[in-house]
């Protein structure tokens, strides 16, 4: 039995304190959050301590584990304390908004690199899991083109979208993490276009609504993402790769399998699901499992800081790109 | 080059007419009809001559086929007529609503039976007949049920419904010659609910326009069929076939395969095909195809007068069984 | 916090243990089986005590509740009982299989029956629930024809299905219910076919593996259900509602929205959610959440004996029908 | 009754001349091949004459217009003149494989220019334009992206890729000329990427298998391509249009509405609709309406030798652009 310590009791870190509360071989041991009273409705519902400072959860001896779901600029603080403290890790992405920092942060893992694991939780999707395996299972031949689209129902508050560190860092980071796993290969050259097309306010940010981004791999392969900050129809996930011997597509969900015809239409279906929380909720737990199951295997965690950092180099690539409309190589 | 005369050009005829013109072996050679102005309208379109007697048609030395859309109760003589003259026939569904007249015409025909085709269209639509030699293929191993959607998008005009012979020899025909062909055994067991649900002026002609058929077979095989006058959604077709190895579908069609997502319904699709004219214009063009074909090869055409026979008797059955709320055997 | 004991550690049990474990107003606190380490199985999983004795947790002071899963002809006993001693009740279809002793069962309960739940599981399916809700709505105008489609993946085992009551009381008695509860009319006219056609030992139980049923009501509104024990392509569960102003329909569901192209084929999906346990998994959630939220607010349970008994009036008419070939009028 | 003469009896020609000699208003009067054989099949079917020269069907005084559908290099002459001789022009893309030439042609064209249309077929496929009517109204809004799959069914043989252009000059034009058309802005950035991943071979001809391309408008309007010589599943060609309040699909099509379930599989669909010629043959039907309209109402045809040359820029920059893996500015 894991006992684990959420750090952050905001939206993220409620989806994983309550994952880790309904997990077999795990206990929510402890929930850190400045705003106590927070942490305190957490422990309230699935047991466990509430505290303030999220170091006095990592340095507690009965503690297993660490989930960080903290602001991103203390990712690294508390991911290094968490590895020196002889912990395991779950921590969101991204590593941190600067790709220097994330690299120092690799560094200084060092050994410990096999216990922290990021959350990017799209890689535990059934659906996108699923065409992984089957990808390389050879089900499609080789493998020649990928397809991302990924809209966000609405756009996030000003507020948020000044620290985000931009629509490459904090949205489309996601897509790139996919985008090299699905691929299996690094990409190398990365062309992105970024507009405003409905929030001008994002040009005293350096920021973009709605953006295209074009990957390739040393060998050839290629993929496409698009992305906007706003789908008003919801939150539109999907994924396609296509091959020498075939195609797969996964599609958007929806709570129930309904169809509606009416005089004015023969076919309606509800909404997609609405956002990450619903539409990822089965990753989320999945992401739970593969962690708790590697650490009390003593393996491997399977997603590491190397690809927290090779996704951030994407997105810094793409800024860049999209700033001056020329491609760029990445190393 | 068959020569063909159409008799009736008013809907249907004007269908058979197009095909028969654009058919690379066969030539519109004349058109009938009373209302010689209709008949003039097809032929400026087509070529050939008008005429207003069927039996000008049936009778000129040069005409080696005909095609009969006259009004049912013309049927019978028309396509005798045609027969004793050495024509070969395809002729609108019912034979008659009279089973006696039916089966009168039946003998009747004699040797003649295997040139004279009926018209039950539904038979070579390209899904159903997909299905159909799938089935045979044992694709879905034994079959054990079947069931037939069949719905109009509207309530034929109240003068039309008079003559009509009922929603069941007129509507659900079809579906009962749809249900042998594809059950491959003669239905025994008949039970049908009928109902006025929304158009009460139809208890005064003993008619539904609600009803549901439930049909056996001697071996034990079951289908469904539910058939409503009114669909606002448009003119549903569906067949589901079920076996003990498998099931398929064979679901509605549209113009376009477009989608469409909006803020306030995430997948909608446009109309169904309307009307009969449009879900089965290809499945006529078959019809007329394998017609010409078998004329031309001198083959027995594969929908004889015994087909419009048994279901007309299920028609029948049907009809009894609603009136009576009774089970209904069928020899 | 409900304190709450699962009757019963079998398959369904298990749900339900799980789901009050999980729910955030109840506790797990009694868990009885005769066989004492299937009842300590799910304590060590989600804490209570395990007892040997349903009776032992139907009396205990500090249980609120009791969840029936124990083998059918144990369900009028124990909910008599739990009833007796003031405790409300979850009790899994059917009240009996004797619709004479069911009826004694509704009699008996008294004042009781608005704190015992029948688990009709269905009705909380989010696509059945939301159908539901918008026929009440009028969404689709008034209610002409209701069809449902229910083929369960594989034949139970033949022990089993020597004491199930047979097809009708067993397995299409969910459908039954559905049926009433989306016509919201009685049903007063049953016409059932029972074939066997894949498994000839059942002739000996009198039984059946593949039947059609339909159902009239009072004023016309018609039913028709599709049911077989065997689809080798997994559980299928559909439902159909047509009115005067549209059509719905509710669609199997999938664990993945994934589709693969390949040379052969250009649309492959994957597999249905197996069978309830998988399919229903939701639904059993909200049923015990409505539960517990009625028995929380001393509500009336929205599922009584009454609907028990209804559905059970029609599996015996269904029955009869069955083996007669004749009409049954349901009062 | 417009009396049009078919130039070029190959694959095409054979598409235009069946829906010449099928459209009501119009006449397949002439047909012209070097190989005489093949033009007189066609004249065989359809009736008309059949030529060697197709100067002499240009200059022949009962021509009122002509179709050009023979090798590419012979288009400009061809058109300049049939369009000197008074006669309408329906021309196969492209133009020319050399944008000097067919800019030169343009400014010849002259006056003429209004009465001589470009075969960009895919603007006349019922959903393709369906959604631009669509996006015209504003469905959805304000138009933000554009995702293009165009995917051939395989490869061509070596012997025309050699005559071809390459893939963006052969191919992708189409999709340049779709996503022009559905942008409804001029694209002034180009980034493309084409690799061979199955066939080495094209590396002689400096050509690629596989590509993907990014557009963007002056507004900030965006467009990706992604495109293939092979797809073992069939011919892909799907649409789709993303704005400010929706977003819409435009799918593949099937022979039928057929979905198969099985003991492996729980859903399987048929073939994709084969190649161009099937998938598009609506659009080629309607497409020769509008010309056929255009010409007999003196009205300015709907796409002009303008939309050629812009579609052969783009094909132009985008070869460019992936040999050079730059970003290449379109005036």
Chains 1, 2, 3, 4 share one sequence.
Not at 110 to 127: I, K, Q, S, W
Not at 188 to 196: H, K, M, Y
Not at 264 to 286: C, D, I, K, S
């Amino acid at each position: 039995m894991l006992k684990i310590a959420v750090l952050g009791a905001g939206r993220i870190g409620q989806v994983h304190a309550a994952n880790v509360a309904h997990h077999n071989d795990a206990q929510l041991a402890m929930v850190a959050d400045p705003f106590i009273d927070n942490a305190r409705a957490l422990t309230a519902l699935y047991g466990g301590t509430a505290v303030k400072d999220p170091l006095d959860a990592i340095n507690h001896p009965e503690i297993d584990a660490v989930v960080i779901g903290t602001p991103t600029d203390t990712h690294v603080e508390l991911m290094l304390a968490a590895a020196r403290a002889g912990k395991a890790v779950l921590c969101e992405k991204p590593v941190d908004l600067d790709i220097r920092k994330a690299l120092e942060a690799k560094q200084a893992l060092g050994e410990h690199t096999t216990r922290v694991m990021l959350g990017f939780n799209r890689r535990f999707d059934a659906g996108h899991s699923e065409m992984h395996q089957r990808i390389r299972n050879g089900d499609i031949g080789d493998l020649h083109q990928v397809i991302i689209t990924s809209r966000d129902p609405g756009l996030a508050p000003m507020n948020y979208l000044k620290h985000s560190g931009g629509i490459f860092r904090d949205m489309v980071i996601h897509d790139f993490d996919l985008a090299r796993w699905i691929l299996g290969e690094e990409p190398v050259e990365v062309f992105a276009t970024g507009s405003r097309l409905f929030e001008p306010a994002l040009e005293a940010l350096g920021d973009y609504d709605t953006v295209m981004v074009q990957l390739r791999t040393a060998s050839g392969k290629q993929c496409q993402i698009n992305c906007s900050r706003q789908a008003v129809y919801g939150y539109d996930q999907r994924l396609e790769v296509f091959g020498s011997n075939g195609m797969m597509l996964s599609d958007n969900q929806r709570d129930t399998g309904v169809r509606r015809y009416g005089a004015q239409e023969t076919e309606v279906r509800g909404p997609l699901l609405n956002f990450f929380m619903q539409r990822y909720a089965e990753a989320y737990r999945r992401e739970m499992d593969v962690f708790i199951s590697a650490v009390s295997n003593d393996d491997t965690v399977p997603v590491t800081i190397h690809d927290g950092c090779q996704a951030l180099k994407l997105a810094d690539a793409a800024q860049l790109s999209a700033d001056t409309h020329t491609v760029v190589n990445v190393d």
